[in-house]
């Protein structure tokens, strides 16, 4: 499977597009996301930053970095967040391609330490993310995992 992975940033022309995506997967109103979209391509900051995996000139994966994830833990920054894989794309590693270009980008603007919030077990363990405890998010209670940059862990940041 042949798919590029990309930054917002990179692509600015793919805002509406991007967001779109996101406010389908998610339904989260499609504002919040244009809203932080925004922010990402004119802040000199390292978040809000958006990605996407892209194979024939549409979306099949996704996250964003913000600050916080609908979560009460306002100390624990920044978030990965809206972690999304099209159905038929995935069991193929791109989610964990698309969290290690993450987290390596991340870390090339000075950010060693990244946050997610999810209900899944099991799946972002196997990523190098290591479970914290439980946080009271807007959905309810929901694990709060941890990911620190280690050197050589991480693969090479643009598959083909």
């Not at 042949?2 to 779109?20: G, R, V």
């Not at 339904?27 to 979209?37: D, T």
């Not at 989610?95 to 870390?107: S, W």
């Amino acid at each position: 499977m042949q798919y590029e992975i990309i930054s917002l940033k990179d692509h600015p022309e793919l805002k509406e597009s991007m967001a779109e995506w996101f406010h389908e997967k998610w339904g989260i109103p499609l504002e919040a996301y244009l809203s932080s979209m925004e922010e990402c391509l004119v802040s000199e900051q390292a978040y809000p930053a958006w990605y996407a995996a892209y194979t024939e000139g549409r979306i099949i994966a996704g996250l964003g970095v913000i600050e916080n994830d609908f979560h009460s833990r306002k100390d624990l920054a920044p978030n990965v967040c809206a972690v999304c894989t099209e159905q038929e794309y995935r069991n193929r590693g791109l989610a964990g391609r698309l969290l290690e270009y993450v987290c390596a980008d991340m870390h090339e603007k000075g950010i060693d330490t990244l946050y997610l919030v999810t209900d899944h077990t099991g799946f972002y363990e196997r990523y190098g993310w290591e479970y914290l405890f439980d946080v009271q998010s807007d959905d309810g209670i929901s694990r709060m995992y941890v990911h620190g940059y280690r050197t050589g862990t991480l693969t090479e940041r643009n598959p083909k």
